[in-house]
């Protein structure tokens, strides 16, 4: 199968998997219901279920289990994007080339769309096809990552920013919570939904992603100034115009692209243990860093 036919084929089960754990537009309240199906489906790049899979592909883990966990690590991420649209936030008009979900519907029910999915992702991990042992440590996992000492925490720095210089350090500061968080919880999900990995495996694990992780934010900075809101999918340059402290604001367009080179090689550096098991995954690194090449 080569990477296109297997990234079709995830994407396929990931959104057989959120249509599955989503309530659905007939059940009450209907407006919320449709609301989050809006936000969540038939849209995205899915990067984070596709770290998931990937990783679990290494320990043999179960397609139903990946699906579940996929699905509550992209409910997650939507929910984040919802809130960081919002005029109290971002305040963009445009996600994954609509309407954001304030202006197709309104701010509370925005509001409700994001706490909404945040629960849904934590029904998903506590369903019947994880066993419970699976079940704690995937909630644990999961609920860190998104808290405040990870995605949570990292958009409050990037909030309190605007308008400031960062150092280089404290932008990576910064990007690890915000995004790359979520993006290594994605790959230890996906390794813990199977077969228990041993220590030294988890650590090239968390090398490999929190070398992608900081490219994938690297790359997002970069096409911020380099793509047009129809290719991205959301508002151009925005970070420049709200004064948004970021990789090309801080070293410049690039040494931003060599950074991303770089962290590539980092990411396939430390899958060399799993050698050609760790296929899609080093597969999904070129595919991050692509972006801009």
Sequence with gaps: MTFEQWTRSVLERVE??????????????????????????????????????????????????????????????????????????????????????????????????????QSQAFVALTSDVLPPAQQASLVRELALASGSIGMCGGQAIDLASVGHTLTRAQLETMHRMKTGALLRAAVRMGALAGETPGAEAMRSLDAYAAAVGLAFQVVDDIL?????????????????????????????????????????????????????????????????????S
């Design 16 to 117: 057989t998997a959120l249509e599955h754990y989503l309530p659905t537009e007939a059940t009450e309240p209907a407006r919320l219901h449709e609301a989050m199906r809006y936000a969540v489906l038939g849209g995205g790049k899915r990067v984070r279920p596709l770290l998931c899979h990937a990783a679990g592909e290494l320990t043999g883990a179960r397609a139903e289990c990946l699906g579940a966990a996929a699905a509550a690590l992209e409910m997650i991420h939507v929910y984040s994007l919802v809130h960081d649209d919002m005029p109290c936030m971002d305040d963009d008009a445009l996600r994954r080339g609509k309407p954001t979900v304030h202006v197709k519907y309104d701010e509370a029910t925005a509001l409700l769309v994001g706490d909404a999915l």
């Design 224 to 292: 911020d100034v380099t793509t047009d809101s129809a290719t991205l999918g959301k508002t151009a340059g925005k970070d420049a115009k709200d004064g948004k402290p970021t990789y090309v604001s801080i070293i410049g367009l690039d040494a931003s692209r060599s950074l991303a080179a770089q962290l590539r090689s980092d990411a396939h550096a430390a899958l060399a243990p799993f050698g050609a098991r760790a296929q899609r995954l080093a597969e999904l690194a070129d595919l991050v860093v692509n972006r801009v």
